[in-house]
């Protein structure tokens, strides 16, 4: 069973990625949450407890209240005291090559998504990190 | 120059003497003096002509030559000669500070041997700024005793209204750029994103078999669509704002724009029971577009009810006061406030929302903006979270006297 926390604002676009992952036909559990802050709170809380922490993060970048780079800042400190791998992905409908390129100075992030997500690219960070996780 | 030119024919004078040629060498001497004279008038008329002011110093700050570019009345010019800045400061009755600066100038000139550049702006009688170009330089002798000190300044004040104007270009293409980078980022982001959710959904209705499936999916394209068309109007205005510099401007009532606003948003003023008290005795009128001002005030009050403190009645209050020729609008409120150490930077951008407020699209701000700067003025805010906001618009110079 895999953990997934979608962390975007938009009910449509949630909506519709959780259905794709639910088509990969792999275990899963998502968890949504609307804005960076409110992730940022939970992973802060539940850091210690690796079965309460995602295998698998995708962040959209415009978001109320916390955005997703004010969310990676914060992440970034945070990381090393997670007790858990966790492969976080940007997924944005931004097609600007500067905001690609700012996300690189993250090394938390795995990679930079641009909506909409295919099906295939899902299916591969699935079997992905049934790969890596024992 | 006088000096040396002086010292000059003295000693010739007293060669001539020492050979004692007497009367024979007379006419010669009066010849050589003339010659002299001559130089002298052609030196000093270049020297006086020169659209430039030359002061030359001894080694000691004091004056032995300044031409009419320095100082225009001769009176003034004969006086200084063998003075130096302080003396003359007490001679016009004028501030020692000049003295002081002109002084330290000097010392830096001495003491490095080099010359020195600086440029020093005064107020002339009419009010306009002037700005030198000086420059300061030592001479020294054959010996390597410094004999003067040279200094000249010319009258930059053209080039520098040139470049205070490039300046301001600048700074206003910076500003468009950045508007064009938020532009760029909306677009991205506010109308791609529906665009995306539309597509991905028609390839799920393309892929379902399901009759009832298809609906429901069909019925969730609705709300993306009107976002996505709220979107694109909210764009289109913000740029006709920015392009339509000739919009009207008109004699604004402010208790009738207020009225306006509170009639529109009555409802929920209602069923908040917000107290709304406005103070315009200081400015009534404002000379704006009207539809800006009326923009202007919804958006800030409607932002006020709707970012109100859960469980406590919004008190709104809005004023106006004089700053200078300037007129200050505020806006301020008792509600959720915001942290303003975290969201600064991103307070009036396009698409930021700071409350998980279902309605709050991260427009109003980006517009309120828009229509304030458009018209040459500026909007800033303070709060507290969770105590309030004010919210302030400085309209420039467009006060009209209340009668």
Redesign the interface.
């Known amino acids: 069973m895999k953990s997934i926390f979608l962390i975007d604002d938009?009910p449509?676009?949630v909506?519709?990625t959780r259905?794709i992952i639910a088509s990969t036909n792999c275990p899963c559990e998502i968890n949504e949450f609307?804005?960076g802050e409110l992730a940022l709170d939970y992973l802060s809380k539940m850091r210690e407890k690796a079965e309460l922490l995602p295998d698998v993060i995708f962040l959209d970048?415009?978001?109320?209240?916390m955005?997703g780079w004010?969310f990676l800042k914060e992440y970034d400190l945070l990381k090393p005291n997670i007790k858990k791998e966790i492969s976080l992905y940007i997924v944005?409908?931004?097609?600007?090559p500067q905001?690609v390129e700012r996300s690189k100075s993250y090394t938390v992030v795995a990679d930079f998504l641009i909506?909409?997500v295919e099906r295939g690219k899902i299916v591969e960070i699935m079997t992905g990190v049934s790969e890596t996780t024992p | 120059m006088n000096r040396f030119i002086h010292r000059l024919a003295t000693r010739l004078r007293s060669k001539k003497k020492g050979v004692s040629k007497s009367n024979a060498d007379e006419p010669d001497l009066k010849l050589i003096s003339e010659q002299l004279d001559r130089q002298k008038a052609f030196y000093e008329n270049i020297l006086n002509k020169l659209p430039t002011d030359i002061a030359v110093f001894d080694s000691e700050h004091r004056y032995l030559f300044v031409n009419p570019g320095a100082i225009s009345k001769e009176e003034y010019r004969k006086y200084i000669i063998g003075k130096d800045d302080y003396e003359y400061a007490v001679y016009r009755n004028r501030d020692i500070s000049v003295a002081h600066s002109r002084r330290a100038k000097f010392l830096e000139a001495r003491e490095s041997g080099k010359e020195i550049r600086w440029e020093d702006s005064l107020t002339d009688p009419h009010g306009n700024v002037i700005t030198h170009m000086r420059r300061m330089f030592p001479v020294y002798d054959e010996k390597g005793e410094l004999s003067q000190v040279i200094g000249f300044g010319i009258d930059i004040t053209d080039r520098k209204i040139m470049e205070e104007k490039q300046a301001a270009l600048v700074k206003q293409l910076s500003a468009n750029n950045a508007q064009l980078i938020d532009f760029?980022?909306i677009v991205?982001?506010?109308l791609?994103?529906p665009l995306?959710?539309i597509?991905?959904?028609v390839?799920?209705i393309e892929a379902s078999a399901d009759p009832a499936e298809q609906k429901m999916l069909i019925g969730?394209l609705r709300?993306?669509i009107d976002n996505l068309h709220a979107t694109f109007n909210e764009l289109v205005e913000s740029i006709q704002v920015r392009q339509d510099l000739e919009v009207q401007r008109e004699q604004v009532c402010l208790e009738a724009c207020m009225k306006r606003t509170v009639d529109g948003l009555q409802t929920e003023i209602n069923r908040l029971d917000a107290h709304i008290e406005t103070d315009f005795s200081a400015v009534s009128v404002i000379e704006y577009p009207p539809q800006y001002l009326n923009s202007i005030i919804h958006n800030l009050v409607s932002n006020s009810l709707k970012y109100h403190y859960p469980g406590r009645k919004p008190l709104i209050s809005v004023r106006t006061e004089k700053a200078g020729d300037n007129v200050i609008l505020s806006v301020s409120d008792n509600g959720l406030g915001i942290d303003l150490v975290?969201h600064k930077e991103n307070f009036f951008k396009i698409?930021?929302?700071?409350?998980?407020?279902p309605n709050?699209k991260?427009f109003g701000l980006y517009m309120t903006k828009t229509q304030v700067e458009a018209m040459g003025g500026r909007i800033w805010v303070e709060s507290v979270p969770n105590e309030g906001s004010v919210f302030f618009i400085e309209f420039a110079n467009r006060i009209k006297q209340a009668s």
């Open positions: 938009d449509i676009f909506y519709l259905r609307t804005d970048l415009s978001m109320p209240v955005d004010e944005s409908s931004s097609i600007s905001e909506k909409p | 760029c980022s991205s982001h506010n791609r994103a995306v959710n597509s991905m959904l390839d799920f969730k709300p993306v975290k698409g930021k929302v700071f409350h998980r407020h709050a991260g």
